[in-house]
């Protein structure tokens, strides 16, 4: 039966040979070797050719384009219409009353005053209209920007003890956020935000999640003495250290609006049509809180407030910019930290919500826009903002067209910053915390975590790695495991490729791999296998290692069954896309 089997092998590899016409390979017209370079870079930093619409154009059309492509507003603001206006203006309302709630909380996250925040949501959206090219993308400050900014900051410098140092460390840290992202999308080197892969940013922020809840025990216990250290186990220390010091009265508050937070944010996902109510509840929280301590503001003297904050427009920061002295390393460090982490969810939210209808963002001129807006935020008061999956929810439920929304929302923030700002003084602290926690608590994705055991173990070490990283020794260090982890296993995969022994599908022409096809069947006297990957040196060693094991595994196999002899090895090179020449040697 083997022979019968190893005959209609052969006459299976014969009838492909005659029926598969052999066409000769040419080579490639030969190239100076400055035209090879000059083509290799163009498709490692140009595959999508940008300037392939100035071609042949006259110049006035050349000026028109180039207009177009630094800012995508001339693009589509000849086309935009009274009805495009009146769905801007209500997705533009309905974040604004988002916005408003989110900076003040997001600003003490960061250990800034509440103020920053309401600036932050007033200039960088206004940038990002011009020079931005989602049409969904609501502009903000972010929970984990905040956090890490806050973290690595507080190590060093406190706020209490000296704000004019922290407050020029954390501008000096934004400027240089966006100074990086900007050089990412003018140097076209995106992919560098790639090696945080999807694994280890669902651990990153799940453990950041956890992190932040955490720290807004202070607010939501009304403990005055807390920790300013990040790790789980300091911050629960601190937590029953100071029972002595919690509030009853903000405790109460504090769970009542909590649930309130998490019912209406369960509400908008069970009915996606019911969205507003997630969005409208933090800002009705803070009013309805703001009256009741108002109310009671005799009694109630154990529930913090905001306090005082002052009016007018964001007041230039440019001289507290801090180039000079002994903490510009760490400001330096924080804005590389924080602008890859504010890019990565920027770009992340800019790409899904185009998916959704079906148009492309340019991933570089959003680098561009992010990063200008935060090198003039840190020039106008403001501290590191991105896309926020949050008001990019809500402003794409709530029927954006076009950036305006984001131009309504910061005109809504104007108004709130000239006339509105005495109505904030008794807001209370406690209800910031629990804006926090509810917006927090969507950063962890235990679902996505168990599709990574299913799927890939070592995708989930990563995810559990950058997760307990973060959990129990810094923020900024679980984000280095993370990314650590991220380039090993692209390392793992290049240096260790994927091969596997095929057998043939009875009756046909066609092999797959016999551990996932059961009815494949070896070929007595053949091994055939794949190798699914380019050869070069970083794997050629291995290959050649892997390939003898399975030659000696097929020999065991046969000497166990009693099978026919091994006497082919065939090499299925259809996966192999590039062979390094001085690998065949090694191989």
Excluded at 217 to 234: A, D, E, R, S, Y
Excluded at 261 to 282: D, E, G, M, Q
Aim: charged share 15%.
């Amino acid at each position: 039966m083997n022979c019968n089997r190893v005959e209609h092998f052969e006459e299976t590899i014969m009838k492909i040979q005659t029926e598969i016409p052999i066409h000769q390979v040419r080579l490639p017209p030969e190239r100076t070797s400055l035209n090879k370079l000059k083509h290799r870079l163009s498709e490692i930093f140009f595959p999508d050719d940008p300037l392939h619409r100035f071609k042949n154009q006259p110049s006035f059309t050349k000026f028109l384009l180039t207009l177009q492509f630094l800012f995508p507003i001339f693009q589509w603001g000849s086309q935009y219409t009274l009805t495009l206006l009146r769905s801007d203006v209500i997705s533009g309302l309905t974040i604004a009353s988002l916005a408003i709630p989110q900076g003040i909380s997001y600003a003490k996250l960061a250990n800034l005053p509440p103020i920053i925040g309401l600036y932050s949501s007033f200039v960088p959206p206004l940038i990002y209209a011009l020079l931005g090219s989602s049409r969904h993308v609501g502009v903000g400050p972010v929970s984990i920007a905040s956090l890490v900014m806050g973290s690595m900051l507080s190590e060093t410098v406190s706020f209490t003890q000296n704000p004019t140092l922290y407050l020029q460390l954390a501008f000096t840290a934004t400027f240089v956020a966006g100074l990086f992202q900007a050089s990412l999308g003018i140097l076209r080197l995106g992919f560098v935000i790639d090696f945080l892969s999807k694994a280890t940013l669902v651990g990153f922020m799940a453990g950041a999640a956890i992190i932040v809840s955490l720290q807004q025990l202070k607010g939501l216990l009304g403990i005055v003495h807390f920790t300013n250290k990040m790790q789980i186990i300091p911050v629960l220390v601190s937590v029953y250290k100071q029972k002595d010091e919690w509030s009853w009265q903000t405790i109460v508050m504090g769970f009542g609006f909590l649930a309130f937070l998490l019912t209406t944010r369960h509400i908008s996902l069970r009915k996606p049509k019911l969205f507003w109510a997630s969005a409208a509840a933090p800002l009705t929280s803070v009013i309805l809180s703001t009256i009741l301590v108002f109310l009671l503001r005799n009694k109630a003297h154990h529930i913090s407030v905001i306090g005082h904050l002052a009016k007018g427009v964001n007041p230039p920061s440019v001289n507290l910019l801090y180039f000079n002295g002994p903490y510009l390393a760490l400001a330096i460090k924080t804005g590389i930290v924080t602008g890859i982490l504010s890019l990565t969810e920027g770009i992340a939210v800019g790409r899904t919500f185009a998916a959704l209808k079906n148009y492309q963002v340019d991933g570089n001129k959003e680098m561009m826009a992010i990063g200008i807006m935060n090198i003039a935020g840190s020039c106008t008061s403001c501290y590191v903002t991105t896309g926020s999956f949050s008001r990019s929810a809500v402003n794409y439920n709530a029927g954006a067209q076009t950036a305006v929304s984001n131009i309504i929302m910061a005109s809504a923030v104007l108004v709130t910053l000239l006339f509105l700002m005495p109505l904030f003084y008794y807001t209370p602290n406690v209800v910031l915390a629990t804006i926090i926690i509810a917006a927090v608590i969507g950063l962890i994705d235990y679902q996505a975590a168990y599709k990574l055991w299913k799927v890939d173990k070592l995708d989930f070490l990563a995810c559990m790695c950058s997760f307990f990283g973060v959990l129990f020794i810094s923020v900024p260090l679980g984000l280095s495991i993370a990314v650590a982890i991220s380039v090993f296993k692209i390392l793992l995969h290049v240096s260790r490729p994927n091969t596997l022994v095929l057998g043939n599908i009875p009756g046909t022409q066609i092999f797959h791999n016999i551990n996932q096809y059961k009815e494949a069947l070896r070929v007595p006297s053949f091994l055939i296998l794949a190798v699914e990957s380019p050869i070069y040196f970083a794997n050629s060693t291995y290959l050649r290692e892997r390939i003898l094991r399975w030659v000696r595994e097929e020999e065991e196999r046969i000497k166990e069954y009693n099978g026919t002899s091994l006497q082919c090895i065939i090499l299925d090179m259809t996966g192999t896309n590039f062979i390094r020449l001085t690998t065949l040697v090694r191989v």
